[in-house]
């Protein structure tokens, strides 16, 4: 549906450099990157706003990489919602499709159903200037929709609003893209965004794609530092990879961790906080079992991020409320903790 290949596109003193992923039809795939990285820039190069120094840009199999915006048929919807002020909600939904020219029974067929999906019918004859920002990012949503784009880009969309607001369009947005399979390309900042909505998920840095793939494999399997890092690995080391039974054992200071990995040498690694369970006193259902002394705890809301000590190397542990009230921690205590072979997950810089 959607293929980059090596896109190059200086901005200014800014530059976007060969970018090369794959969008297939009905994917939602998230580009997760920190403000500034190029993330919007690459949008905009993929609708046309702007002219690509190096590479090609293909839809459908054809290369529109010198195609204007208007031939691409690709809907946009930017952070800020950008609705026609002197429009009704349903005006601006109309707008597309009375450009294209659409009969009108259709144009109203298709705000109905817009409308029902996004739950925004009652809004359709108020102006837009009376919206929230939710309403207001609904409203965007089903324009850019109205249209039938082949492509949907989305320009964090969720930016603006307010967590609770954020929560209700994260599920708006996953119900529409279940019913409608429309290819979405959304480019964001928020890892809770990502990992709810993206099924494919791209990291971008500096202008470039540091990993991309299936999300559990980005999320759960990154393969550098810095993105293991972005992701919220939070426990990344420098290790010595060695042969063992069932994979290797990775000497890490002080400590020997069990894991599955094939990779030998030097490597980085990095396990999940939420990987890291609290184990009784005798557990050792765990392939790693570590003692460590808790040196600080913080209430989360639905975990504890527990920072404790092994031997000199700092581990973060997510604990869960019914964990932590059948086993309490505190600042001194030491404390026994376990994670599976397969949760230490080892990855050369680079690939």
């Known amino acids: 549906m959607l293929r980059l290949e090596n896109v190059t596109r200086s901005v200014g003193d800014f530059r976007i450099a060969g970018i090369s992923f794959s969008v297939e039809p009905g994917d939602y795939v998230i580009v997760l990157g920190p403000t500034g990285c190029g993330k919007t820039v690459l949008l905009e190069t993929i609708a046309g706003i ?40 349903a005006e601006n939904i109309r707008y597309g499709m009375h450009v294209r020219k659409l009969p009108e029974t259709e144009q109203n067929k298709r705000i109905n159903i817009l409308a029902e999906m996004l739950n925004i019918g009652r809004l359709l004859e108020r102006s837009v200037k009376n919206l929230s920002g939710g309403e207001s990012q609904k409203v965007a949503l089903a324009r850019a929709l109205a249209i039938e784009p082949p492509i949907l880009l989305l320009d964090e969309p969720l930016a ?82 060695s042969a063992a039974h069932g994979g290797a054992e990775v000497k890490v200071g002080g400590m020997l961790l069990k894991s599955t990995t094939t990779l030998r040498g030097d490597v980085g690694l990095c396990i999940s906080p939420e990987a890291i369970h609290a184990a009784a006193g005798g557990d050792r259902q765990w392939a790693n079992v570590l003692d460590g002394t808790v040196r600080e705890v913080s209430d989360r809301g639905s975990v504890f991020k527990v920072m404790i000590d092994v031997q000199g190397q700092p581990f973060t542990v997510h604990v869960s409320r019914r964990e932590y009230e059948s086993r309490p921690l505190a600042a001194g205590v030491v404390a026994r903790f376990g994670f599976d072979a397969a949760k230490v997950h080892c990855f050369k810089e680079g690939g």
Do not use: C
């Open 50 to 89: 702007g002219r690509v120094d190096e590479g090609r840009i293909f839809i459908d199999g054809a290369d529109v990489t010198r195609t204007p915006p208007e031939k691409r048929n690709i809907g946009f919807v930017y952070q800020r919602s950008m609705l026609f002020p002197h429009y009704t909600v």
């Open 160 to 241: 603006p609003l307010d967590p609770p607001t954020r929560e209700m369009l994260r599920r708006e947005i996953l119900k529409m893209h279940r019913q409608l399979g429309t290819t979405i390309l959304h480019v964001e900042h928020d890892q809770v965004t990502a990992r709810v909505l993206g099924q494919k998920i791209g990291i971008m840095h500096n202008g470039t794609i540091l990993q991309f793939g299936k999300a559990e494999d980005v999320l759960e399997r990154p393969d550098s530092e810095l993105v293991a890092r972005f992701v919220g690995m939070e426990n990344v080391y420098r290790g010595w990879a």
